[in-house]
């Protein structure tokens, strides 16, 4: 897990099963440092878990305890993945043949027939029609693209739609507003990299919701992460 600048914000945890020299550019609520330098510098008002060794600061975490804390995180994380599957939950529609963009949907399951989700055209709203438990599913075989170049999109939650209850399951890579910008919602689970902004940008990225990825890094650029309550 990499962070780049001095904006990203984690209102939250964050964890990988993997070393904690894995994990740079993060300081977190117990005083442990992360391989931060003076131009990537990354708060998480939350615990980092991961395996030995130790990080530097104050030197808490990357110990049996916290890589427990991170397996069970991944198991969980795989657990979600597969209920999320076309297998487990099948008929989903693809409203828009893969561009989300401009839409307005309705609770329900929602996959991309030819295997990717671009929302780029312009924002996505979700709408609950009044039903605070509203959930909507997303389910992807390959990417998931939020964004165009120059162009930031968001989604847009109304009528009780809420992030915890909005998930995206991607099947190789998640790549959200490259070019900074934009609000992402949901809990977004890919089996490749996740990765928010690129490099350079100061437009902070938000995301109301998780990130996870199964097989490989979450790479933040100046992004604020705000992880829903239960």
């Given at each position: 897990m990499t962070n780049q600048g001095t904006l990203t914000v984690i209102n939250g945890d964050i964890g990988t099963t993997g070393a904690s020299t894995l994990v740079t550019g993060f300081h977190d609520s117990v005083g442990d440092i992360y391989t931060e330098t003076p131009l990537n510098v990354g708060t998480v008002n939350g615990r980092i878990y991961t395996a030995a060794p130790p990080p530097g600061g104050a030197g808490v975490g990357g110990n049996a305890a916290t890589f427990a804390i991170a397996t069970q995180a991944l198991s969980d994380a795989n657990t979600a993945f597969n209920n999320l599957s076309p297998a487990s939950l099948p008929g989903g529609s693809d409203p828009g043949a893969g561009q989300l963009g401009g839409l307005t949907l309705a609770p329900g399951?929602?996959?991309a027939a030819g295997g990717s989700f671009q929302i780029t055209g312009s924002d996505l709203t979700l709408d609950a029609g009044g039903d605070a438990n509203a959930v909507f599913v997303f389910q992807t075989a390959s990417t998931l693209t939020v964004g165009a170049p120059g162009?930031?999109?968001?989604?847009i939650l109304i009528n009780g739609a809420q992030a915890k209850n909005v998930f995206w399951r991607v099947g190789s890579?998640?790549?959200?507003?490259?070019a900074g910008g934009g609000t992402m919602v949901g809990t977004i689970i890919s089996s490749a990299a996740t990765t928010f902004s690129t490099a350079g940008n100061v437009t902070i990225v938000t995301l109301e919701g998780r990130a996870l990825a199964l097989n490989a890094s979450v790479t933040m650029v100046n992004t604020v992460i705000n992880v829903p309550a239960p």
């Open positions: 399951v929602y996959q162009a930031p999109r968001s989604v890579a998640a790549t959200i507003n490259a």
